[in-house]
């Protein structure tokens, strides 16, 4: 149980460019793929397809794709980056602007260098996608459905870990109508399907050591039997 724990508190996110001369083997990505295939789903309708791209001419293409900030985007992410770590301690929430490949970076460049270089550079670009024709029952607006893709996301997270691999969700792929049309062209992807999340996997070029990583404590978020009561038994 300890091992799980410790699997749990370790996980991270790997924002930092990957080892383009070490591929995830087959073997690797299906556990990876496994460990979705057991993912918890609502009324276990298992509502995803995975689009696993190893070739690295079709990941180059994805890579290429042209993205667009979406407005806002800026002053939104900004919340959650801490200049200082005393500033991250104090908040116990966002990242640390100094991390590998931070948020920041993207915002420096309006041509997503350093993300399409980051996409380029893995070793299995996962694409996550749903069928929004269909949707959990007695669930508006698929609120389990969605929740199902989560757990989906975190198995396969914990699975890549264990291997030693890394992983990125790769939040700055926006999803204006123009980039999923060509994402879709690109993979042969049908058109009414939608896209959950996109993920980059590989071996890092470097891992920081001990880099501040902070949780609000349970005291600070659970409630006894009642709200505001933060005090347990």
Known sequence: MEDLL?????RQS??????????????????????????????????????????????ETIANIELTMPKGANEEGSDYVSASEEE???????????LPGSITEHFKNPVFEYLRKSITA????LIVMYDPRKRAPRSEGDLLGKISLGCVMEN????????GIAMQIVTAVDYSDEYERQLKETLGIPAYFMRAYSCRL????????NYLRVRRDPEDFTHYNHWNNFKGV
Do not use: C
Request: a positive charge.
């Open 6 to 10: 410790t699997l749990i508190k370790t």
């Open 14 to 59: 790997s924002r930092g460019l990957f080892d383009t001369n070490r591929s995830i083997s087959k073997a690797e990505l299906n556990k990876i793929l496994e460990a979705a295939r057991w993912a918890p789903t609502a009324h276990n309708m298992q509502n995803f397809e995975i689009i696993a791209v190893d070739d690295p001419q079709i990941i």
């Open 88 to 98: 991250l301690q104090r908040k116990k929430t966002g990242i640390l602007n100094s």
């Open 122 to 125: 893995s070793s299995v670009f």
């Open 156 to 163: 396969m997270w914990l699975m890549a870990h264990a291997l």
């Open 202 to 209: 590989g071996y890092p070029v470097a891992t920081k050591e």
